[in-house]
């Protein structure tokens, strides 16, 4: 409002660019009323009427807040004053159903949203893939990430974080293959690639299922990418000494060892293990290696 007042003292006039820009800040900033206030100068005006935007920015915000009477309203509002209700309404009106768990209206507006021809964003996908794993709905989850990959769509790191956690915990590795290989296609993020690489290696790790790990380990390294976090590589080592495939834990470092830095715990891990099997040698070499390592 300073800046509004500011302007008004030096003769400059605002526009609805600028009151928009008030409006946003005020929202973003919690407070409600001087976004109000604003919205009723703009109605008021002549040469300052609300626009298309303005409007967005009151569904956007109580969209956030899962306050879905509010967003309709809004939207209401903006329809009788003339303006259509575009991708980015419909991507704020499925957001707050998602967000106050009103499933059906999600699906609704959704499909209202592609009947009627519009091209939904990357928010209406992150909010439908949250509903469907929410619902473990895992058909709807592969219709939608079929219709991003076939429309060169990112997939960014939160929404693959969703569909992975869902599918680990069913058990469903398969699946996860099957995602992989068409992300894979696709060329999306090597950072995305890293989860499904990483998660597949650990639900074969957790069944010790060595062959299937060191298969999806020598994939993932054959196409640049490497273990994106210590706890997976304790999850294969773990598996080893399970197993007490030794040989094959040492062919498995070797591997690695260019890509992944070994940190303490996993140094700690493997000591434990080398102990409780009495592989006394490789315990002493281990302990040299963590001098060099400055862990010692």
Not at 185 to 193: I, N
Not at 228 to 238: G, P, Q
């Amino acid at each position: 409002m300073l800046v509004f007042s500011s302007m008004e003292a030096q003769g400059v006039k605002p526009t609805s660019s600028v009151f928009n820009a008030l409006i946003l800040t005020s929202l973003s900033s919690g407070n409600m009323l001087t976004a109000l206030s604003l919205f009723e100068i703009m109605e008021r005006s002549e040469g300052y009427r609300p626009d298309s935007d303005t409007y967005n920015a009151f569904i956007l915000a109580y969209a956030k807040s899962g306050n879905q009477s509010a967003t309709e309203a809004w939207l209401t509002a903006k329809v009788a004053s003339g303006f259509s209700a575009d991708a980015q309404t419909y991507a704020f009106l499925i957001l707050s159903c998602v967000k106050s768990k009103n499933f059906e209206d999600a699906q609704r507006y959704y499909e209202e949203m592609m009947s009627s021809g519009l091209i939904p964003n990357e928010s209406v996908f992150q909010s439908m893939l949250l509903m469907y794993c929410k619902q473990r709905n895992l058909s709807r989850i592969k219709e939608i990430l079929k219709f991003m990959l076939k429309g060169e769509y990112r997939i960014d790191r939160n929404m693959a974080k969703k569909v992975v956690d869902l599918y680990l915990e069913l058990g469903l590795v398969g699946e996860l293959e099957e995602l992989l290989v068409n992300l894979t296609e696709s060329d999306q993020s090597s950072e995305v690639l890293s989860l499904f690489h990483c998660s597949i290696i650990r639900m074969y790790a957790d069944t010790d299922r060595l062959d299937d790990v060191e298969y999806s380990v020598g994939r993932m390294l054959k196409h640049g990418i490497a273990f994106s976090c210590s706890e997976d590589v304790e999850k294969v080592i773990c598996s080893y000494f399970r197993t007490e495939s030794y040989d094959r834990l040492e062919l498995f470092l070797e591997r690695i060892k260019d890509s992944h830095k070994l940190t303490r715990s996993i140094y700690d891990l493997l000591g434990a293990g080398y102990r409780r099997a009495g592989l006394m040698e490789k315990l002493n070499m281990l302990v040299n290696e963590m001098k060099v390592a400055g862990f010692v």
